[in-house]
T-cell receptor, first 116, second 108 residues
Framework: GAVVSQHPSWVICKSGTSVKIECRSLDFQATTMFWYRQFPKQSLMLMATSNEGSKATYEQGVEKDKFLINHASLTLSTLTVTSAHPEDSSFYIC????????????FGPGTRLTVT | QKEVEQNSGPLSVPEGAIASLNCTYSDRGSQSFFWYRQYSGKSPELIMSIYSNGDKEDGRFTAQLNKASQYVSLLIRDSQPSDSATYLCAARDDKIIFGKGTRLHILP
């Protein structure tokens, strides 16, 4: 299957600071990338969809000014959590859709964010 | 509201038996269907995709799709303890919709 990487795999930051998470498709081009959040023992929650070169589309209830998404190229998308608070502590997972063939969607390994 | 429904479980299956996971979806426009496996603390891993009615087999896994009934299933033959995980069913038309997952526990 296709490989999606995320960096960092975990991060601890202080309340009020910003954190950037990178998502890369390593062996394919992804026209569309997705960002999810998952709290313990809960299901995946889609936060936003990003297409290369255009603004991200955010799901209802997700603050676009707090969760900044940049999809700079066909292999890289970044999520910046601005002015993080303890309630933002969660498991953030990116996903990339392969644009040829079967249009399958692959997940990165996730980034565990802890805000103290 | 487009939805994918799954029984949350846990579903307990003896080692070596067949595990049967089911899901239903609400959007008749869905064209693609997927099964993901998620271990605790890890991200989902795509294990099967199916696009047309019938069965699709890959190793110990068989996905079944019935579009008329809006029903997707996953069979795991010769279940192993390493199959213990949460299995997410997903359906896509323009956007992929995930179910909440079924927890599967294989009893040694």
């Amino acid at each position: 299957g296709a490989v999606v990487s995320q960096h960092p795999s975990w991060v601890i930051c202080k309340s009020g600071t910003s954190v950037k998470i990178e998502c890369r498709s390593l062996d394919f081009q992804a026209t569309t990338m997705f960002w999810y959040r998952q709290f313990p023992k809960q299901s995946l929650m889609l936060m936003a969809t990003s297409n290369e070169g255009s603004k991200a589309t955010y799901e209802q209830g997700v603050e676009k000014d707090k969760f900044l998404i940049n999809h700079a190229s066909l292999t890289l998308s970044t999520l910046t959590v601005t002015s993080a608070h303890p309630e933002d502590s969660s498991f953030y997972i990116c996903s990339a859709r392969i644009w040829v063939g079967l249009n399958e969607q692959y997940f990165g390994p996730g980034t565990r964010l802890t805000v103290t | 509201q487009k939805e994918v429904e799954q029984n949350s479980g846990p579903l307990s299956v003896p080692e070596g038996a067949i595990a049967s996971l089911n899901c239903t979806y609400s959007d008749r426009g869905s064209q693609s269907f997927f099964w993901y496996r998620q271990y605790s603390g890890k991200s989902p891993e795509l294990i099967m995709s199916i696009y047309s009615n019938g069965d699709k087999e890959d190793g110990r896994f068989t996905a079944q799709l019935n579009k008329a009934s809006q029903y997707v299933s996953l069979l795991i033959r010769d279940s192993q303890p390493s199959d213990s995980a949460t299995y997410l069913c997903a359906a896509r038309d323009d956007k992929i919709i995930f179910g909440k997952g079924t927890r599967l526990h294989i009893l040694p």
